[in-house]
Every structure is written in C-alpha cells, then in structure tokens.
C-alpha cells in the first residue's frame, strides 16, 4: 500500500510536542514493513533551515480562495529511511517566527494555512503519487478528508482513496467563524450540527471526525474516555456516533533515541543490568539544575512538558509546599501558556532550595531529566497518550500519574506485596490524591532494593512501534477494503 501522511509536526524537522515525535517515527515503521509511505509537511522556516539548497518537486500549484488564488511549490526533501518527505512552500503562510501560534496568541490566519496544506496536499499527490491512504492528524489536517469528500467528490483520481484521522489531542479544535466555509470555497450544506458545525463556529477536528473513512487515538483509554462529556471537549456525541469507526492504538516510541544504554544526550549510559551510570546522571542533572551540593538520598523529581492547562500544573502548584518537607527536589523544563511559566517561576523564587525551574524548549535538557530524575510527574488533566512516561520507564525514573489516557494504559501500580507494577497513580483530579501518589513513591524510594525492583520492572517494558504499526496497517486495509 501507499499511505500519504499530512501531518503539521514531524521530527527530526519541526516540533512542538509528541505529535512531532510520532510523525518522525511511525512512518518508517511503515515503511520498513514493506509500505510506500510518503510524508506531507508545510515548508515552515524551522524546516527552510534544513534545506538551505531547496530541490523543488512541483513550481507551482494553484490553490483557489473565496476572492484570489495562492500559489504553494512543493519542496522535495528526498527520502530518509525509506520514508520520501516533501514540503508544501508558501512563504506567505508558513515563513514565520512558530508553527502555530506567537505569545500573543494563534495566528488569526490558521485557517488558510493548513486549509491550504490540505488542499495543496491533494493537488501534489495528483502528479507526485495517488496513496491508498491519506492519514492525517489532529484539525491541522482534518480538512484534507472533508475537502476529498466534498469539492473534489467527484476527481476521477482521488474518489477511492480512503483516509484515517488519528486524534492526539481532542482538546484542539481549530474553530474559526463560519464564514471561514465560503473563504475556503467549501458547501454551505457542511455548516450543520452534524457536520462542522460547532456552537456557530466551524470546527476543523469535528470535519475530520465526521468525513475521515476510520478514526484513531493514541491509546486504548482515551478512545473510550473522548466519547464522554469529560473527556469529549463537546465532541463526546459526534464521536460516540462514529464508535465502530473508531480504534485506540497506543503511541510507541523511538528508542533508537530514548534508551540510556545509547543516549548521545546524557552524562553515562546504563542499563537494566547495570544501573550505575544512572548515579552520574543525576549529579549531571543536579548540576545543570543549580544544585550540585545535594546528595543521593534527595528524591529529584522531574518534569519536561508544554505548559497547558491539560497537564494538571496547578495539582502541582497545590501540593509543592506540603512537599518541601520532604527530602525531595523538584526540575521543571517548560515553555507554554504565561500562566504556568510565571507560576513556576513563582514557585521558584517561594522554594529555591526544593524547585529549579528552566522556561525553555531544549531537547538535550528534556534528556538529562528522563536519566537523572528518580521519578517523573505526570498529574495530567487528560492525556490522549503521553510520551514522556514511557521514556521515563525506560530511564529507570519512576512515573507518578494521573490514571486517565494513555498514563492509565501504560503504568500499572507498584504493589509493596509483590514487587510488581512500574509506577503510582491516583484516579481523581485532587491534589491530596496526588500527593499520596508521590508520597508513596518516596516512601518506595528509601528502600534501595526494592526502588530498584521497581526501576527495573519499568526498564522491561517494551514500547517500541512494532505492534502499534501492525495495528495502524490493519486500518490501512480496512479502509481501503472498504474503499474497493
Ligand atoms: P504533548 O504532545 O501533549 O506535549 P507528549 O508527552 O506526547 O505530550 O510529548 C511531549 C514531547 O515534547 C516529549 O518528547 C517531550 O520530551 C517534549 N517536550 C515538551 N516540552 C519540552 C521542552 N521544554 N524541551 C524539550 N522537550 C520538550
Ligand atoms: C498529543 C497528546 C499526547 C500524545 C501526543 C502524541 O499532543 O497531548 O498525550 O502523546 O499527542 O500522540
């Protein structure tokens, strides 16, 4: 087969989150198990910067808007693992300071930048390759399956290939006023309740949902929490609608860069059968954190994260001074909302002995902090997967989670009596839960023997791509079953 992924993040190229990281990974697992795969992503400067000689594939594709036409080149950026990438270029929409958004807020224009890359996405694979499959992501690429099903219903090319939606974030709409329809030459019959139509506004993620072939997400979990009011962000009752449509596959990981037998990024690798670098990494981590004088027996508790509301900080906030009297030190690496990034800047200045904080996007530091932290905190509100809790499990750093999403499906609790489990979770969002959770981790933790029992049995877990990328073929041929 031939899938086409459109996608608005993909490493090593561009990243603001775990999208980036499985748009760098899934496809050439694909690939590597036999399939075409082709990998659309807009030619953003981050991503200028990695061609400085540009190889143009197609000069100019017209894409028609309400009043003008835009003119979008597709850049080649050839083929890396067996995977060909190429880059819609229009410099007017994607040549900018961030993919999405500047402190200020999104860019009013996002919904002409990526109703443009799907557009343009269709029009290449005209002449560059027809898929079986386009599979997109998240509402940044929801209109690619509205626009196939609509305006272009009846291209003789285009009308049997199938498409998947996969949802990492059910949280991010894209919700642009209505006359956004007719400025993206799209029906007016599509602005109803049970198609885009969201509340007046029209909502990208809900046109993908209602016109991609199959849907997924990114675990077991959160396919069944998102058909909830909870968890559905107003979209529980189109997506309860599409329930047979819809499969949770767990995110895997790349461990060709997360394992700390390998890890370029840390101060001495380690592994399950021999733990000892892990201790230099946590004087590495401590030095970059400010706070080399402390010792071993200091739990140093870790946290890499966007700074959003989903990932639970104020639980964090809440409990931090019931913590500080605890032999514990807490890093924090984050950019995100003002919000969360001066409330730990805050938390810094009332608790510099017991919190460092590091307001930044810097991959090697995210790396320091999954080897050298003991446990890592994830009090998520919802996580659709979570990545970095899986990372932590392989760095021996013990996660603390919230029990919803994929943290739900990928820690199990430590049980005292029997020595299993790979972590702590607490069910309610409530910081005396959370803190329990914690508190039972550093009770874990004075007790050497079995800290490492509970290391290890996280070390062993294995969630690399080979299961996930069956699973996502078998929809593949699903869809295209269907499709026939
Ligand atoms: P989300 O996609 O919701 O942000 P994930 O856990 O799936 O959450 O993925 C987050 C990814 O982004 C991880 O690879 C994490 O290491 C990385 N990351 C987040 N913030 C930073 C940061 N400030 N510096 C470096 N890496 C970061
Ligand atoms: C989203 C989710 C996160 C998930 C990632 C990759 O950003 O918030 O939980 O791991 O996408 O699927």
């Known amino acids: 087969m031939h899938i086409v992924f459109a996608a608005s993040e993909c490493l090593p190229f561009i990243k603001t989150g775990g999208l980036a990281d499985v748009i760098g990974s899934l496809p050439r697992e694909i690939a590597r198990k036999g ?81 443009l890359f799907c557009r343009a996405v269709l029009e290449a694979s005209k002449q560059l390759g027809i898929p079986d499959i386009f599979h997109v992501h998240d509402w940044q690429t929801s209109l690619l399956p509205v626009y196939l099903r609509t305006v272009y ?7 049997n290939v199938g498409t998947v939606l996969t949802i990492h974030n059910a949280g991010y709409h894209g919700l642009f006023p209505p006359v956004t329809v007719e400025r993206l030459l799209l029906p007016w019959d599509i602005f109803t ?9 029209f909502n990208f993620l809900k046109g993908g949902i209602v016109y991609a072939d199959m849907l997924t ?21 189109v997506l309860h609608k599409r329930a047979s449509d819809l499969r ?45 004088h402390l010792s071993e027996d200091t739990a140093v508790l870790g946290i890499v994260s966007r700074l959003a509301t989903q990932k639970g900080f104020d639980l964090t906030a809440q409990i931090i001074e019931r ?38 996007y810097d991959e090697t530091l995210a790396h320091k902090i999954e080897a050298g932290a003991d446990i890592y905190l994830m009090p998520s509100r919802y996580e659709p997967c979570g990545l970095n809790q899986i990372y932590s499990l392989k760095y ?30 607490f069910a309610n969002y409530a910081a005396d839960d959370y803190l329990q959770a914690v508190q039972r981790a550093l009770t874990v933790f004075k007790d050497k023997t079995a800290w490492r029992t509970l290391m290890r049995n996280g070390m062993k877990q294995d969630y690399s791509w080979a299961k996930p990328s069956s699973e996502y073929i078998e929809v593949y041929q699903e869809v295209a079953r269907r499709r026939s």
Not at 76 to 92: A, L, N, S, T
Not at 217 to 237: C, D, M, R, W
Not at 333 to 350: A, C, D, K, M
Request: charged residues 25%.
């Open 35 to 115: 399939h075409q795969v082709t990998v659309y992503l807009p030619f953003y400067r981050q991503v200028r910067e990695h061609f400085p000689e540009k190889k143009i594939a197609l000069p100019s594709l017209t894409i028609p808007f309400q009043y003008y036409n835009r003119f979008a080149a597709v850049v080649d950026g050839g083929k890396r693992d067996g995977v060909q990438y190429f880059f819609i270029d229009c410099p007017e929409l994607f040549d900018r300071e961030s993919p999405y958004a500047t402190p200020a807020g999104d860019y009013p224009d996002n919904w002409e930048r990526f109703g």
């Open 323 to 360: 913590l500080t009297f605890e032999n514990i030190f807490l890093v924090v690496l984050g950019t995100g909302e003002p919000y969360y990034e001066n409330l730990f800047r805050s938390l810094h200045e009332r608790f510099p002995e017991k919190i460092s904080v590091r307001i930044t």
């Open 396 to 425: 021996g750093t013990v996660p603390v989670v919230r029990a919803t999403g994929g943290l739900d499906d990928t820690i199990e609790e430590w049980d005292p009596q029997t020595h299993t489990g790979t972590g702590f979770k």
């Open 248 to 292: 949770g596959i767990l995110n895997g990981v790349d461990y060709s860069k997360w394992d700390p037998a390998t890890d370029g990024r840390i101060a001495a690798h380690y592994s399950i059968e021999d733990l000892e670098g892990k201790a230099e990494c946590k004087r590495d981590l401590l030095h970059a954190f400010g706070a080399p």
């Open 153 to 159: 219903y009846f291209d003789p090319l285009l009308r």
């Open 217 to 237: 997400t990114v675990s077991h979990k959160y396919a069944e929490e998102i058909q909830t009011p909870e968890f559905g962000h107003g979209l529980e009752g």
């Open 193 to 201: 309740p049970e198609k885009v139509e969201f509340y007046d506004s």
